[in-house]
């Protein structure tokens, strides 16, 4: 199938960082151009790695840790400090402007996907933050003589990952209940039949959310995503495991149908119809958006919504010639597929 402007590889992004400490690949608008309020970077951290601490001018944060343990600190407004301890499984929500780091503090590589609320996020670095201030300024700010600064390596640039200089310190707290945290993969999935499940981090399960929202949707063979749209919302999805093939309508009357594998990434514009098949054994994918509380129309409520006669006249038939469509007064989200992929 040819190339779609809905879909590119994260894992082939554009590369931030590289090298023995890992690696951060990111798509943002500037190599992805269909995004709006949506972006996502993937990285992978070596043991004994720290994601340096930063802050985003202008973008909320929402991580996903696919393997490893994170310690993750974070500095929030009003004084406020957290450090948590986030697994494979778990899930992670830091809010604009809030200083955080991020540190691989088990024995494996540790592989995180992070979206943002913004489709160019603005990063600021603790360091560059440093560099920014004279020595002067940075003794009166901590009651030292300028000098004390002065071996200090200071310059406006961002190393990104940085290497830990001994064992890692995990506060004895480290698990404890955390707004910031939601173990998205050990909840009851709301969404929950023999051929799929969908697994929700939104606000009524998880209410720090701000802007962003997470769904972790698996489909085995004989399932599928109904069509649907999103009203108010764009969907950014990640392919973790497993092979689907995606239809999308354009306003312009266009369909495009494209195949997803491990590591790609496809947008979603707002309100856009679209549906997902999978092709293989399952897949799992984690599916963002950019409301907190996402909301959709699927297919089958649409056609139960209507009467008969407006069915029959929107399609140009007898009503008596229309499908058996069933009656729901909720959307299933997934389907059972009884026909073979045509």
Same mark, same amino acid.
């Given at each position: ?179 910031? =945290?939601? #173990?998205?993969? +050990?909840?009851? !999935?709301? *969404?929950?039949? /023999? ?104 297919? =089958?409520? #649409?056609?139960? +919504?209507?009467? !008969?006669? *407006?069915?029959? /006249? ?29």
């Amino acid at each position: 199938m040819p190339v779609s402007r809905h879909v590119r590889s994260l894992w082939s992004a554009a590369t931030v960082h590289d090298d023995a400490l890992g690696s951060i690949r990111r798509l943002t608008a500037d190599e992805f151009p269909l995004l709006e309020r949506l972006s996502i970077k993937r990285m992978l951290l070596a043991a004994g790695s720290i994601r340096e601490p930063h802050w985003h001018a202008n973008a909320n944060e929402l991580g996903y840790v696919l393997g490893g343990t994170v310690l993750i600190t974070i500095v929030d407004n009003a004084d406020a400090v957290s450090c948590i301890r986030v697994a494979a499984g778990e899930m992670f929500h830091i809010g604009s402007g809030a200083l955080h780091a991020i540190e691989n503090v088990g024995d494996d590589t540790a592989e995180l996907v992070i979206v943002f609320s913004h489709e160019r996020p603005q990063d600021f670095s603790l360091h560059a933050a440093f560099g920014a201030m004279s020595n002067a300024v940075l003794g009166n700010t901590y009651d030292l003589a300028a000098g004390e600064f002065a071996a200090l390596r200071r310059d406006t640039t961002s190393p990104y990952l940085v290497r830990r200089q001994g064992p890692a310190m995990v506060p004895a707290d480290a698990d404890r209940t955390d707004p910031h =945290r939601f #173990a998205i993969e +050990a909840q009851s !999935p709301p *969404v929950d039949f /023999a051929y799929g499940q969908a697994r929700v981090s939104r606000t009524q399960f998880w209410p720090a959310l701000r802007n962003l929202s997470m769904y972790s949707l698996r489909i085995a063979d004989d399932g599928m995503r109904e069509p649907h749209w999103h009203p108010e919302t764009a969907e950014l999805g990640y392919v973790h495991r497993g092979q689907a093939r995606m239809s999308i309508l354009d306003p312009d009357g266009s369909v495009d149908t494209y195949l997803l594998q491990p590591g790609d990434v496809y947008f979603i514009p707002r309100a856009y119809p679209h549906q997902i098949e999978v092709l293989g054994d399952d897949v799992h994918f984690l599916v963002f958006f950019d409301q907190p509380t996402p909301g959709d129309v699927g297919y =089958r409520l #649409a056609a139960s +919504a209507f009467a !008969p006669g *407006v069915l029959a /006249a929107t399609f140009g038939m007898e009503a008596a010639g229309l499908p058996a469509f069933p009656k729901t007064v909720h959307d299933p989200l997934i389907v059972a597929r009884i026909n073979a992929l045509d």
